[in-house]
Every structure is written in C-alpha cells, then in structure tokens.
C-alpha cells in the first residue's frame, strides 16, 4: 500500500513562487513515476507535470511550462512541485500521483493509481 501526502499549499499573490511536497511512504517499490494534477473550482482535473524515475524524464503542461519544475529526493521519498511566476488561473487543490505510467498516459489521471488528498493553492491577483 502507498501513501501520498500532499503540502505546502497556500495562499499568495501573483507572481509569487510556491512549493508544493509530496511525501511517499509504504511500498514506494510499486510504482515509478509520479505527478501532479489541478483541479480548479467548477473545472474538471488536469495534468500539472510528471516525472519518470527511471530515465528521470519530466513532462509539463503548456500551461506551466517554463514556469514549474518537479524535483525529487530520493533519500526522502519526495516529489517537489516548485512553482514560480504563480497567476491567478493556477489557483486549484493540486494532488499528487504515484503509478507505473506508459508514455500514452502519463499526462492522464488513469496512468496513477494512488492519489494524495489535494492541498489548495490560491493566487490572488
């Protein structure tokens, strides 16, 4: 069994940084990439960015390319999301994902099979 759990959400105004935690612990054997997804008000989940442990490739989104990057400590069982040059349209629960992805999926939801609770991050303008 695998436990995701989410931190470092907040409130911050636009064009601040934040960074988001993402601490695995159980069997951290059992999968081999994790991501971040966002879900905003009234908006169905979206892919934020991913990180394959194996070859480290990392994928992003269009939408936050350039301006966040997924780190991770091995020693620590820890995906970071580092957010910079935040908007007000990033403001979402932002979950992390652990799971043994294909390329096809992912940037998609059905390529993870454990999620954290979320932790919200509000940018105001």
């Known amino acids: 069994q695998v436990q995701l759990v989410e931190s470092g959400g907040g409130l911050v105004q636009a064009g601040d940084s934040l960074r988001l935690s993402c601490a695995a612990s159980g069997d951290t054997s059992s999968f081999n990439a994790m991501a971040w997804f966002r879900q905003a008000p009234e908006k169905e989940r979206e892919f934020v960015g991913a990180m394959r442990f194996i070859g480290g490739g990392t994928y992003y989104a269009d939408s936050v390319k350039g301006r966040f990057t997924i780190s991770r400590n091995n020693a620590k069982n820890t995906v970071y999301l580092q957010m910079n040059s935040l908007k007000p349209e990033d403001t979402a629960v932002y979950f992390c994902?652990?799971?043994?992805?294909?390329?096809?999926?992912?940037?998609?939801?059905?390529?993870?099979?454990?999620w954290g609770q979320g932790t919200p991050v509000t940018i105001s303008s």
């Open positions: 994902a652990a799971g043994r992805p294909i390329i096809s999926t992912i940037r998609q939801e059905r390529g993870y099979f454990r």
